[in-house]
C-alpha cells in the first residue's frame, strides 16, 4: 500500500497559501494538505497538533517569524522548504542551521515548488525505507539474540580469545552476570541414548532441564545456562573471591536433586576450578568435562569436583602379568565359572585407588587386555560369527557409557570364547574317546590297564582317566566289565563253554569270571544260558 506523506503551508499571505494547498495535484504525489495557517503563532500549533512529514513556510511573518515557529516546534523529522522573497544570506545561513531541505526565492512558478516539494518526498520514502530496514535487522537481532548467544558462549569456553575481544563481545549480548570470578558446571543428561521418548518429549526434557538449572543456580548466585550439546549443558556460574570448591559443589548437588525430584531422569554434572577472567573460562570448561568424565564409575546420578591429582597425569591402569596368563589359562580350558573371578581380581587391582584413571584409560586397558588375550588363543577359536571380536571392541570404544557395562562387554568375550574352546574340546574328547571305546571292545580278550589304554591315544593315565568319565558318565574299568560282560552274554547264548568266555573276555580264571558275571547280572553264567536258550 502506498504511504501519504502529510504537508502544511505557513504564510502570511492568503493567495500563496491557497494556491499551494489548493491549485497543485497534490494527490497524483501520494501528499496530503492537512492544514494551512497565516502566521507563525497559529503555524507553530498547526505543527505541534499535526505533526506533518514536510512543512512549506515563509521565513518573514508575524507573531513569529517562520525560523522562531521552526525553532519553537521542535519537529525535527519534518522536511523543512522555506520560501522567502529576501535572498539574504543570512537567512540562508540559518535555515542550512536548522537543517532545512530546500530555500526558495519568491516568485517561484508552481512547478518549481512541486518539484522541490517531491524531492523532499522522495527523501523521506528513502529514510522511511531505511528506518525499517534498522527495525527489520534489529527485530532480527533481538529475535536471534538467543542463538547468537549461545553460539558465542559454546566458542567462548572451548577456545582462548584475547581479553578486550572477549569482553566487547560479552558485553554485546547482555549477559547479566558479573564479569569477574567464573566456575563452569557440565551438566549430562545420564542415558540419554537409550531414552525411547519421542523428539517432542525429549525437548521438553531439554527445556525443563535448562528452567531448573537455571532456577535453582540463581537462588544462590548469577549464572547463565546454554546447550552444549543434545544431551549436555554448560552453566557458568558466578563465583565468590572467597568462596571455596565446596559452596560450588552445594549449588552443584542442588541441581541434581532437583532434577531428579522434579523430573523422570537423572543428571550428572563435573565441576570445574574457580577463574577470575572471562577469557580464562576454557580452563573450568576442560576441567568441567574431565570430572564430569567420571559418571564413568557411577553410571549417573552423581556429581564429580575436578580432581586434585589430574593436573599431573599419572594415573594409569595396571595389572599383573600373571593374571593375564591366568585368564588365557582358564578360557584355554573352558572353565567358564571361574571367569568373573580373574576378571573381578585384574579390576581390583586398580579400582579401590584413590587416584581413579580417567575412562579414556580404563577402555585402553581393557581393550589391550582382550587383544592380548584374543592373540594367544586365536588358534583355539572357531567362533560362529566371524566379527565378533571387531564389534565388541568398537561397543568398547566408542558406546560404553559405565564401567558395570564395559566389564559386561569383557566378560560376554570371555564367555564366549570359553564357551567356543569348550565346545571345540569336547567336541575333541568326543571324537578321542569313541576311538578309544572302539579299542576298548575290540581288545576286550587282552587284560590291559588304564594306562594301556590311555597310551593308546597318547593322553597321561589321568587326562585320559577324566576325559573318560566326562564323556560317558563312567569311569574306564566299569566301561570294560561292562562291556565283557555284555559280551559274554552273547557268546554264553553261542553255546560255547565256560572256559571259552572267560578267556575271550579276558579273564583268566574260569571262577572269577562267573563271580563277576553273577553280580553284574545277578544269575550265574549257568543260569543265564538256561533261562535265556529255554
Not at 564323556?471 to 571259552?500: C, D, H, M, P, Y
Amino acid at each position: 500500500m502506498k504511504h501519504t506523506f502529510s504537508m502544511v503551508v505557513v504564510d502570511d499571505i492568503p493567495a500563496v497559501v491557497d494556491g499551494i494547498a489548493h491549485d497543485l495535484p497534490w494527490g497524483d504525489h501520494a501528499i496530503e494538505v492537512v492544514g494551512t495557517a497565516y502566521d507563525g503563532l497559529d503555524g507553530l500549533k498547526l505543527i505541534q497538533e499535526k505533526q506533518p512529514d514536510i512543512i512549506v513556510t515563509d521565513i518573514r511573518m508575524p507573531k513569529l517569524s517562520g525560523i522562531e515557529m521552526i525553532e519553537q516546534a521542535k519537529h525535527l523529522g519534518a522536511k523543512l522548504i522555506f520560501i522567502s522573497g529576501y535572498s539574504d544570506f543570512s537567512y540562508a545561513q540559518q535555515v542550512l542551521n536548522l537543517g532545512g531541505f530546500d530555500y526558495i526565492l519568491k516568485p517561484f512558478t508552481p512547478d518549481e515548488l512541486l518539484e522541490t516539494i517531491c524531492r523532499a518526498k522522495a527523501q523521506l520514502e528513502k529514510e522511511k525505507e531505511s528506518r525499517h530496514h534498522l527495525m527489520d535487522v534489529e527485530r532480527k537481532l533481538r529475535e536471534s539474540m538467543p542463538l547468537l548467544r549461545q553460539e558465542y558462549l559454546n566458542l567462548l569456553v572451548r577456545y582462548s580469545s584475547h581479553p578486550e575481544t572477549v569482553k566487547e563481545k560479552w558485553n554485546f549480548l547482555n549477559v547479566n552476570m558479573n564479569d569477574h570470578y567464573f566456575t563452569v558446571f557440565t551438566v549430562e543428561m545420564d542415558h540419554y541414548y537409550t531414552n525411547k521418548a519421542g523428539v517432542s518429549e525429549v525437548e521438553l526434557q531439554r527445556f525443563s532441564l535448562q528452567n531448573i538449572l537455571e532456577e535453582t543456580i540463581r537462588t544462590f548466585t548469577g549464572a547463565i545456562v546454554f546447550r552444549d550439546d543434545i544431551n549436555r549443558f554448560v552453566c557458568i556460574v558466578n563465583d565468590d573471591e572467597d568462596a571455596d570448591n565446596e559452596d560450588m559443589l552445594r549449588i552443584a548437588e542442588a541441581c541434581r536433586e532437583n532434577v531428579e525430584k522434579y523430573t523422570r531422569y537423572s543428571i550428572s554434572i563435573g565441576v570445574g576450578t574457580r577463574v577470575e577472567h572471562i577469557h580464562e573460562l576454557p580452563i573450568t570448561y576442560q576441567q568441567a568435562m574431565y570430572a564430569l568424565s567420571y559418571n564413568f564409575y557411577t553410571g549417573g546420578n552423581s556429581v564429580f569436583a575436578y580432581p586434585s591429582y589430574a593436573d599431573n597425569q599419572a594415573t594409569y591402569v595396571k595389572f599383573s602379568s600373571e593374571k593375564e596368563r591366568e585368564l588365557v589359562y582358564l578360557l584355554r580350558s573352558g572353565a567358564t565359572s571361574k571367569i568373573n573371578e580373574v576378571l573381578d581380581g585384574i579390576f581390583s587391582e586398580w579400582k579401590d585407588s584413590q587416584a581413579m584413571p580417567t575412562p579414556d584409560k580404563v577402555k585402553v586397558f581393557w581393550i589391550e587386555l582382550m587383544v592380548n588375550v584374543r592373540n594367544a588363543i586365536n588358534e583355539d577359536l572357531e567362533l560362529e560369527e566371524p566379527h565378533f571380536f571387531d564389534r565388541k571392541i568398537h561397543k568398547l570404544t566408542y558406546d560404553t557409557d559405565s564401567l558395570s557395562e564395559l566389564q559386561s562387554i569383557v566378560a560376554e568375550i570371555c564367555h564366549m570364547y570359553c564357551e567356543n574352546i569348550g565346545k571345540k574340546q569336547k567336541e575333541t574328547a568326543h571324537v578321542v574317546i569313541n576311538e578309544s571305546i572302539a579299542y576298548i571292545r575290540e581288545h576286550l580278550h587282552l587284560n590291559e590297564s588304564v594306562a594301556d589304554y590311555a597310551k593308546q591315544v597318547h593322553l597321561s593315565t589321568s587326562y585320559y582317566s577324566n576325559l573318560f568319565k566326562k564323556v560317558t558318565n563312567q569311569s574306564v574299568l566299569q566301561f570294560v566289565v561292562q562291556e565283557r560282560i555284555e559280551k559274554a552274554k552273547i557268546l554264553i547264548l553261542q553255546g560255547k563253554s565256560l572256559q571259552e568266555v572267560a578267556m575271550e573276555v579276558g579273564y583268566e580264571e574260569r571262577s572269577y569270571f562267573s563271580d563277576v558275571f553273577k553280580k553284574k547280572v545277578g544269575m550265574t553264567p549257568s543260569e543265564f544260558k538256561k533261562q535265556y536258550q529255554n
